[in-house]
């Protein structure tokens, strides 16, 4: 057993750092103050190879292991959490056809994100069917060569400024889970409304949409796997995509621990710097090691994936440890500010702002829990 990095992995993981740290962090208060949505920062971290990493090789990708792609998701999540969600939503919706689709798919719904700087959007959660994938009504109807879908998709990251959308809807919602299909949606068709920017509470740097399809034509041609399979390839994909969700709470603990260390060692109560006494202490020292091991455990989830094998009952303790861990650390970190950390004028409200999303979104902290419950009762 080796716990050390490739070098070509540490190589990835000092040009993510040095992307977050100089490039990121400098315009992470504003982007969050404004909810403005910072394009021309995530369109550099294209042009660095910093979005699109699970794209093929042979379709012009770059096709990075999945634990050099948790590696760089940390990196970007200690950078702005917000930020990185949207890099990163370009990867949760090419995944679908990656895993799913013909080479000639991939060639048409791939390869122009590999030849200019392009966003993609995931479609899974509605208004309706946020846990409950099953239950989703966005419907399609097969006329001749074409589906007519109609229906809502809520909270998708991306969604106004897209340029491909990976759709996941149903044949027949009295089937469940075994009417839902895949489809891709090229450009901004007839019938697509995309609603208004979503007034969040942390992560607010993402743009974050209603969108809205009314008797949308979509080619039968763009559909991925068979009618039925849907279901299956979305759950495929949050495997896949799992680590990459966990790593974001490991990167936003890491910066809430490195303020707070720094704060603490400055701060003067009682004539000498609070980083003495032992209630400051041990609030660090059980963030320490919280972060290690929620770092070691997405790994070792994301190590899975690239050995061939499934990783969901692992990626789901990853998810829910890590999720909850950030919530605590950063919530900890504002504790040990005091009132400072209450103020917008320093970083851990927003940190701590950041990380309860990751509690909610990709699988909230329950689903893991009924993953894990049922992955191991089934043996």
């Not at 948790?70 to 970007?76: F, P, S």
């Not at 299909?181 to 993402?206: D, F, W, Y």
């Not at 790593?247 to 009682?270: L, P, T």
Request: proline fraction near 3%; include cysteine.
């Amino acid at each position: 057993m080796n716990f050390a990095l490739p070098d070509d992995i540490k190589a990835l993981q000092e040009s993510a750092r040095k992307f977050a740290r100089e490039v990121m962090r400098p315009k992470a208060a504003h982007y969050d103050e404004k909810s403005e949505f910072p394009k021309d920062i995530i369109r550099q971290a294209a042009e660095l190879g910093l979005m699109n990493m699970t794209l093929p090789a042979a379709h012009g990708g770059n096709e990075l292991p999945h634990l050099a792609q948790a590696v760089i998701a940390e990196e970007l999540a200690w950078g702005c959490a917000g930020m990185a969600t949207s890099m990163i939503a370009n990867d949760l919706a090419l995944l679908p056809i990656v895993l799913g689709a013909t080479a000639e798919q991939k060639d048409k719904f791939l390869k122009p994100f590999t030849e200019s700087f392009k966003l993609a959007s995931f479609c899974l959660t509605e208004p309706g069917a946020g846990s409950d994938v099953a239950g989703m009504r966005t419907t399609a109807r097969r006329e001749g060569d074409f589906y007519v879908v109609n229906g809502q998709k809520q909270w998708i990251t991306n969604g106004e400024y897209a340029d491909q959308y990976t759709l996941f809807c149903t044949t027949d919602s009295t089937r469940k889970h075994k009417g839902i299909m895949c489809l891709v949606i090229e450009g901004r068709p007839k019938g697509l409304t995309v609603g208004k920017h979503e007034n969040k509470m942390g992560q607010r740097a993402s743009n974050t949409v209603t969108l809205t399809f009314e008797d949308v034509k979509v080619p039968v041609a763009n559909r991925i796997g068979n009618e039925g399979e849907g279901f299956l390839l979305a759950m495929a994909t949050l495997d896949n995509s799992r680590p990459l969700t966990a790593m974001f709470s490991v990167g936003i603990a890491r910066a809430a621990m490195e303020h707070a260390i720094d704060y603490a060692k400055q701060r003067q109560q009682f004539g000498k710097p609070i980083a003495e006494f032992q209630a400051i202490q041990f609030m660090i020292a059980d963030m320490a090691a919280d972060i290690e091991a929620s770092r070691l455990l997405t790994y070792k989830s994301a190590w899975l994936l690239d050995d061939g094998q499934r990783n969901t009952l692992v990626s789901s303790y990853a998810k829910r440890f890590a999720a909850d861990m950030a919530m605590k650390a950063t919530t900890d970190a504002v504790q040990i500010y005091g009132g400072y950390g209450y103020s917008r004028e320093y970083p851990v409200e927003k940190l701590m702002r950041d990380a309860k999303l990751i509690q909610i979104y990709e699988g909230t902290s329950q689903v893991q829990r009924l993953v894990i419950a049922r992955e191991l009762l089934k043996g």
